[in-house]
């Protein structure tokens, strides 16, 4: 009897560990509604229709780091924590005299190997462009479709093996994650490089509205779910992304935004959701503002930017694959925990008879 009821508390534990996502759903304002951000001056920092929770924090275009403190209806109050501390990105020759990209400590090969591989999918398949679209919402048909395809046309002409999954994960409700997940998983036994999951934000055009290059963007907000194991690596990627537009593409970034929720980001350390523009904005700018995010990813990732080449695929650095085992961690320590539990149980119990 105890040896089954053992069985049991342990299916019961690993079916919570794996499905400890499932829990921290990501969340959104009501339709027509959205988040403002503000410091302790009432100067607007951010909007956003993520639904936005006293913890979360924001890295701005000058990378002044924020952190909400109240929520009073849908203003949150935020104090200020100073300036984050950036990635040094630093150009480097390797020793076939082809130019590479120096990440800290690391030095990242540029020629030889496999073309490095990125996934591309869209957890909110109904998201669209009013000004383009007619409508913010296209069950199962959205405009966001339009901007991840573009996305993923500018990757092939860089070199890059993309792994595009346009399913249809409807409706747009705190289950979407879940139903994506499956997406994510397929896609993540591809090994890519890096994987996007793509939105669109739903505030006032100004927010996104940019011009890079002289051409109409939207910028791009990268969005790091700070519930699940890796979000510390998710977030050092982000800032690597975010750095690499400042210096390529100033204009481009709309910031971090790190959220309660974990956005399937616990699948793996290079999970990143970015929000290309507004339902308010044009779709042909945040088309736009997708392809030149497209053209800094070669550096991005450390590998040639030659069209049609075949760099070498960057490995995990020691600090991601660390993090990457931070799942199974989690579900040591929940089982620790429970047997523990379980234990100490079954000898009160003893104790009990025995007196």
């Given at each position: 009897?105890?040896?089954?009821?053992?069985?049991?508390?342990?299916?019961?534990?690993?079916?919570?560990?794996?499905?400890?996502?499932?829990?921290?759903?990501?969340?959104?304002?009501?339709?027509?509604?959205?988040?403002?951000?503000?410091?302790?001056?009432?100067?607007?920092?951010?909007?956003?229709?993520?639904?936005?929770?006293?913890?979360?924090?924001?890295?701005?275009?000058?990378?002044?780091?924020?952190?909400?403190?109240?929520?009073?209806?849908?203003?949150?109050?935020?104090?200020?924590?100073?300036?984050?501390?950036?990635?040094?990105?630093?150009?480097?020759?390797?020793?076939?005299?082809?130019?590479?990209?120096?990440?800290?400590?690391?030095?990242?090969?540029?020629?030889?190997?496999?073309?490095?591989?990125?996934?591309?999918?869209?957890?909110?398949?109904?998201?669209?462009?009013?000004?383009?679209?007619?409508?913010?919402?296209?069950?199962?048909?959205?405009?966001?479709?339009?901007?991840?395809?573009?996305?993923?046309?500018?990757?092939?002409?860089?070199?890059?093996?993309?792994?595009?999954?346009?399913?249809?994960?409807?409706?747009?409700?705190?289950?979407?994650?879940?139903?994506?997940?499956?997406?994510?998983?397929?896609?993540?036994?591809?090994?890519?490089?890096?994987?996007?999951?793509?939105?669109?934000?739903?505030?006032?055009?100004?927010?996104?509205?940019?011009?890079?290059?002289?051409?109409?963007?939207?910028?791009?907000?990268?969005?790091?779910?700070?519930?699940?194991?890796?979000?510390?690596?998710?977030?050092?990627?982000?800032?690597?992304?975010?750095?690499?537009?400042?210096?390529?593409?100033?204009?481009?970034?709309?910031?971090?935004?790190?959220?309660?929720?974990?956005?399937?980001?616990?699948?793996?350390?290079?999970?990143?959701?970015?929000?290309?523009?507004?339902?308010?904005?044009?779709?042909?700018?945040?088309?736009?503002?997708?392809?030149?995010?497209?053209?800094?990813?070669?550096?991005?990732?450390?590998?040639?930017?030659?069209?049609?080449?075949?760099?070498?695929?960057?490995?995990?650095?020691a600090s991601e694959n660390k993090s990457a085992y931070g799942t199974v961690i989690a579900v040591i320590v929940v089982l620790a925990a429970a047997l523990g539990g379980y234990y100490l149980l079954n000898q009160g119990t003893a104790g009990k008879r025995n007196g």
């Amino acid at each position: 009897m105890r040896n089954s009821v053992l069985v049991i508390i342990l299916v019961l534990v690993f079916t919570l560990a794996l499905n400890l996502n499932s829990s921290s759903a990501h969340e959104e304002a009501p339709p027509g509604n959205y988040y403002t951000l503000v410091d302790e001056h009432n100067n607007i920092i951010h909007q956003t229709s993520i639904k936005v929770q006293v913890g979360d924090e924001y890295i701005s275009e000058d990378n002044s780091r924020y952190e909400v403190v109240e929520i009073i209806g849908y203003t949150a109050r935020c104090k200020y924590k100073g300036k984050e501390k950036m990635p040094d990105l630093k150009l480097k020759e390797d020793k076939n005299k082809k130019t590479g990209i120096l990440l800290g400590e690391e030095a990242v090969p540029t020629v030889g190997g496999r073309k490095p591989t990125i996934a591309v999918y869209c957890t909110h398949s109904d998201e669209s462009y009013v000004p383009t679209d007619g409508t913010e919402s296209k069950p199962g048909n959205g405009g966001i479709y339009d901007v991840a395809e573009a996305f993923v046309r500018e990757l092939k002409n860089k070199g890059f093996d993309v792994k595009y999954d346009n399913n249809n994960h409807n409706p747009h409700d705190i289950n979407a994650y879940n139903r994506s997940r499956k997406t994510a998983v397929k896609l993540l036994r591809e090994n890519p490089d890096a994987i996007f999951d793509v939105h669109r934000d739903a505030v006032p055009p100004g927010q996104y509205q940019s011009k890079v290059e002289g051409k109409e963007v939207t910028k791009i907000k990268l969005v790091v779910g700070r519930s699940n194991p890796n979000a510390k690596t998710n977030l050092e990627f982000a800032k690597r992304i975010k750095a690499v537009m400042d210096k390529e593409k100033p204009g481009l970034s709309n910031g971090i935004f790190i959220g309660r929720g974990d956005y399937n980001q616990d699948l793996s350390p290079r999970a990143m959701l970015i929000e290309v523009g507004a339902h308010t904005n044009d779709k042909n700018d945040a088309i736009e503002g997708i392809k030149q995010f497209a053209d800094i990813m070669p550096e991005i990732l450390g590998v040639g930017n030659e069209k049609g080449a075949a760099p070498a695929k960057k490995p995990l650095t020691a600090s991601e694959n660390k993090s990457a085992y931070g799942t199974v961690i989690a579900v040591i320590v929940v089982l620790a925990a429970a047997l523990g539990g379980y234990y100490l149980l079954n000898q009160g119990t003893a104790g009990k008879r025995n007196g």
